[in-house]
């Protein structure tokens, strides 16, 4: 009885979704067709479905696997619901946990109760969602997986929306960057904070962006939007709000003061907050290589512990871990033989592309700055504290349209988009 009605709430939501794909006027605006956004969306679900699939029955351990941490977690709470209302509101809300009732119930968890400076495996926010949804969807892990692939879409487009404003003839040929790439597309389609990392981030950013929205609104937007971000990852807010200053758009006039001005301020900032910086830094490191070695983790490819003294070192090799791992020469499963694969195609396909058609009359440098130095930041970060493959694909996701944008911010597009079509007709000749 309770698979049937966790299948018929699947594709109810499904079709709900679907359809808010295809009518809302947020979707309809953004110059795309609702039959490719469908496509694409639909691209999403196969990708969630692949994943949960995944982590289910390949990846067996459900005690090592995040969206099982989460759901699982998430049962026990969302069931007291129905028995102990007042305990599940005050679980949800953060409120009382220590109370001897509340705290009772949240001992039979296994994750939610971690402390938040356990930066590894911390998941209540994440849990706290779930918990919600499953009242909404039958404790089906599945229709869960759907309204996060929806959350995460949501981010795209907007994505999508917010830096077509740049390209504006050229905006398709982001759709590959933000719709297409397999590892982009799978990671953000599972029950996992991506997709509130992405949909706060794409908000954020079309908020920001797009100042055609009332003052009052767009402010609202964007607090709510940041505050989403910086419950599910902090480190992302800090970029995105470090950056968004000096991310050209086309309805302000920016001059270069200003921006000599915030360089130097966030300068500054970063030589006052360095010791604290370092710290988390090599927290969050060493918090790892001690999972991947209890673990044993087979794609753990460094137990160099960070300490203050090596963190510079630690943070150069960082960046080309971030941005060149996994090794094909070393990797220890399929999984990240087939990422590693994406990640060299992608770095060589954009070199390529740079070298041919790299052209200073068309660079657009603030958006380049921007997307360059989101991307360099990220992935330095991310290479330096997550020294295990399987882990480092996951959340180097977040980069890789950006490093995309960015080489299209420096390329002669007219010739690009010119080959792009010669080529097609090469492959696809049409019918005289």
């Given at each position: 009885?309770?698979?049937?009605?966790?299948?018929?709430?699947?594709?109810?939501?499904?079709?709900?979704l679907v359809k808010i794909v295809r009518q809302h006027y947020f979707?309809?605006?953004?110059?795309?067709s609702p039959n490719a956004l469908t496509t694409f969306f639909l691209f999403k679900?196969?990708?969630?479905?692949?994943?949960?699939?995944?982590?289910?029955?390949?990846?067996?351990?459900?005690?090592?696997?995040?969206?099982?941490?989460?759901?699982?977690?998430?049962?026990?709470?969302?069931?007291?619901?129905?028995?102990?209302?007042?305990?599940?509101?005050?679980?949800?809300?953060?409120?009382?946990?220590?109370?001897?009732?509340?705290?009772?119930?949240?001992?039979?968890?296994?994750?939610?109760?971690?402390?938040?400076?356990?930066?590894?495996?911390?998941?209540?926010?994440?849990?706290?969602?779930?918990?919600?949804?499953?009242?909404?969807?039958?404790?089906?892990?599945?229709?869960?997986?759907?309204?996060?692939?929806?959350?995460?879409?949501?981010?795209?487009?907007?994505?999508?929306?917010?830096?077509?404003?740049?390209?504006?003839?050229?905006?398709?040929?982001?759709?590959?960057?933000?719709?297409?790439?397999?590892?982009?597309?799978?990671?953000?389609?599972?029950?996992?904070?991506?997709?509130?990392?992405?949909?706060?981030?794409?908000?954020?950013?079309?908020?920001?962006?797009?100042?055609?929205?009332?003052?009052?609104?767009?402010?609202?937007?964007?607090?709510?939007?940041?505050?989403?971000?910086?419950?599910?990852?902090?480190?992302?807010?800090?970029?995105?709000?470090?950056?968004?200053?000096?991310?050209?758009?086309?309805?302000?006039?920016?001059?270069?003061?200003?921006?000599?001005?915030?360089?130097?301020?966030?300068?500054?900032?970063?030589?006052?907050?360095?010791?604290?910086?370092?710290?988390?830094?090599?927290?969050?490191?060493?918090?790892?290589?001690?999972?991947?070695?209890?673990?044993?983790?087979?794609?753990?490819?460094?137990?160099?512990?960070?300490?203050?003294?090596?963190?510079?070192?630690?943070?150069?090799?960082?960046?080309?871990?971030?941005?060149?791992?996994?090794?094909?020469?070393?990797?220890?499963?399929?999984?990240?033989?087939?990422?590693?694969?994406?990640?060299?195609?992608?770095?060589?396909?954009?070199?390529?592309?740079?070298?041919?058609?790299?052209?200073?009359?068309?660079?657009?440098?603030?958006?380049?700055?921007?997307?360059?130095?989101?991307?360099?930041?990220?992935?330095?970060?991310?290479?330096?504290?997550?020294?295990?493959?399987?882990?480092?694909?996951?959340?180097?996701?977040?980069?890789?349209?950006?490093?995309?944008?960015?080489?299209?911010?420096?390329?002669?597009?007219?010739?690009?988009?010119?080959?792009?079509?010669?080529?097609?007709?090469?492959?696809?000749?049409?019918?005289?």
């Amino acid at each position: 009885m309770m698979a049937a009605l966790q299948i018929l709430l699947y594709f109810f939501w499904l079709y709900f979704l679907v359809k808010i794909v295809r009518q809302h006027y947020f979707f309809r605006s953004s110059g795309v067709s609702p039959n490719a956004l469908t496509t694409f969306f639909l691209f999403k679900v196969l990708a969630g479905i692949a994943l949960t699939l995944l982590y289910t029955y390949y990846y067996t351990d459900k005690t090592k696997s995040d969206i099982w941490r989460y759901f699982s977690d998430s049962v026990i709470i969302s069931k007291l619901f129905f028995s102990h209302t007042k305990v599940w509101l005050q679980v949800i809300s953060g409120w009382g946990l220590n109370e001897p009732e509340v705290f009772r119930h949240i001992l039979n968890t296994q994750n939610f109760s971690h402390p938040e400076s356990d930066f590894v495996t911390n998941n209540a926010f994440i849990i706290r969602v779930v918990s919600v949804l499953n009242i909404l969807t039958a404790h089906s892990i599945y229709a869960n997986t759907l309204i996060f692939n929806f959350l995460s879409f949501v981010g795209f487009t907007a994505l999508y929306r917010a830096f077509s404003t740049f390209f504006k003839a050229y905006n398709r040929m982001l759709l590959a960057a933000f719709f297409l790439l397999p590892s982009v597309v799978f990671w953000s389609s599972g029950l996992l904070k991506d997709a509130f990392i992405f949909g706060s981030m794409g908000m954020l950013f079309y908020c920001w962006l797009h100042t055609s929205l009332p003052a009052a609104k767009r402010i609202a937007y964007l607090l709510f939007f940041a505050s989403v971000l910086l419950l599910s990852k902090l480190q992302v807010l800090l970029m995105a709000a470090a950056l968004l200053p000096i991310l050209p758009t086309p309805f302000i006039r920016i001059n270069n003061k200003w921006i000599m001005v915030m360089i130097v301020s966030y300068a500054v900032a970063l030589f006052a907050l360095r010791e604290h910086i370092v710290s988390l830094l090599c927290d969050r490191r060493n918090q790892f290589i001690e999972l991947g070695m209890q673990e044993q983790a087979g794609s753990l490819f460094s137990t160099v512990p960070c300490e203050s003294s090596n963190t510079l070192l630690q943070m150069t090799h960082g960046f080309v871990d971030g941005l060149l791992q996994p090794f094909l020469w070393n990797t220890a499963t399929y999984m990240n033989t087939l990422a590693g694969i994406e990640n060299w195609l992608i770095l060589g396909i954009s070199l390529a592309v740079w070298i041919r058609y790299a052209s200073a009359k068309h660079i657009n440098y603030r958006l380049a700055v921007f997307c360059f130095t989101f991307c360099i930041v990220n992935l330095t970060i991310i290479g330096t504290t997550v020294p295990i493959a399987g882990a480092l694909v996951h959340y180097r996701t977040i980069s890789i349209p950006f490093l995309i944008i960015g080489v299209l911010s420096t390329v002669n597009l007219e010739k690009f988009k010119y080959d792009i079509n010669r080529f097609l007709t090469l492959i696809f000749p049409t019918k005289s």
